[in-house]
């Protein structure tokens, strides 16, 4: 049987396999075949699971995590939101994600660690549920394609809104709410674009489906704030620290639905998108139609350190040998 999906749609529709040796479930690694569960497990029918979606990049010194630590914290957090604290803490989840990779012989490659409720109660009550945590990963490349990443992407602004403030909680990474991104990014793809951004429920920019939002007027990058309903990312948070690096003001503020049409650059971050321009929004140009200054410095400063290439000075890398071989 082939496991796979497609990346669409600049990735050129190309495959992905999904398998490898071994999957980290509660404590310990398990075959790739044997992580299954019931199909009256909590989680399927409520949609109670957090999860993470990390980066492992090659560099010249060997697989590396990108910001393995924040997104273990981010998870942990979401965790605590929902009352479903693992009994892994941060130390043992930060060694088992490493040894996923070295277990697996990865490089360029996805890593999902998973907390869900399993079998237990039928009921929405999840309190009865067991926690079961997961550590996943398979080999993964660009998401929008180096075409996307250098040209930018064409989006649309969705008739889907985020989650209202007070509903789900946008700053937790919870599977449920990703039905919500789905709608997003059905809608986007049907009518003929790559990506939909969404507005909040007051009708202010929020994000796309699965990434955070940035556009610059001037000399100034303006992004959402946290109760735009948006999640927190790690990587609009590298974002930050590496414009603040070149010198460039970041200002976190609502941001009205058109000025995604008068902005000089528009761009994408997230941990699969990475930094991706956006081109055009409801198929109106944005600025020159193509990436942006900007975006292109800020692209160059965050692939350099993903890819190790620039010294590792925000102790972003984990590199997975390291102190192993
Ligand atoms: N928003 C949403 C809804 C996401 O799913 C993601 C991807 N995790 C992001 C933003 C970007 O977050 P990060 O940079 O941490 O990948």
């Not at 090659?58 to 990108?66: C, D, Y």
């Not at 990865?106 to 660690?113: E, F, I, V, W």
């Not at 292109?296 to 925000?314: I, P, W």
Request: glycine share 10%.
């Amino acid at each position: 049987m082939l496991y796979s999906f497609f990346v669409e749609p600049q990735g050129g529709g190309a495959q992905v396999d999904l398998r490898t040796d071994k999957i980290w479930h509660n404590g310990r690694f398990i075959p790739w075949d044997q992580a299954q569960i019931h199909v009256l497990s909590h989680v399927i029918h409520y949609g109670s699971a957090i999860f993470e979606g990390l980066r492992c990049y090659r560099t010249e010194r060997g697989p590396a995590v990108f910001r393995l630590r924040d997104h273990l914290v981010r998870l942990l957090k979401s965790c605590h939101i929902y009352r479903m604290d693992p009994p892994h803490g941060l130390e043992e989840l930060h060694d088992a994600m490493l040894e996923l990779v070295r277990i697996n012989q990865l490089q360029d490659s996805y890593l999902r660690p998973l907390v869900l409720r399993g079998f237990g109660s039928m009921g929405i009550n999840p309190l009865k549920c067991p926690i079961e945590t997961y550590l996943i990963a398979w080999r993964w490349g660009t998401y929008f394609g180096t075409e996307g990443l250098e040209e930018g992407i064409d989006a649309q602004v969705s008739s889907w809104n985020r989650l209202a403030p007070n509903t789900i909680p946008a700053l937790a990474k919870g599977t449920g709410q990703y039905l919500n991104s789905q709608l997003i990014r059905m809608e986007a793809t049907l009518n003929g674009y790559d990506e939909g951004i969404a507005l909040s429920t007051d009708g202010t920019i929020s994000e796309a489906s699965g990434m955070n939002l940035f556009l610059v007027a001037g000399n100034t990058v303006y992004t959402p704030p946290p109760s735009a309903s948006i999640l927190l990312g790690v990587t609009r948070e590298s974002a930050f620290t590496l414009l603040h690096d070149l010198g460039i003001p970041v200002v976190e503020q609502r941001l009205a639905r058109e000025m995604l049409y008068t902005a000089d650059e528009v761009f994408l971050t997230g941990t699969a998108a990475e930094i991706t321009p956006v081109r055009s929004v409801d198929r109106i140009q944005v600025g020159s139609g193509t990436r942006g200054p900007i975006t292109r410095q800020l692209q160059e400063e965050y692939f350099a350190l993903t890819s190790g290439k620039r010294e590792n000075d925000h102790g972003w890398l984990d590199y997975v040998y390291e102190g192993k071989v």
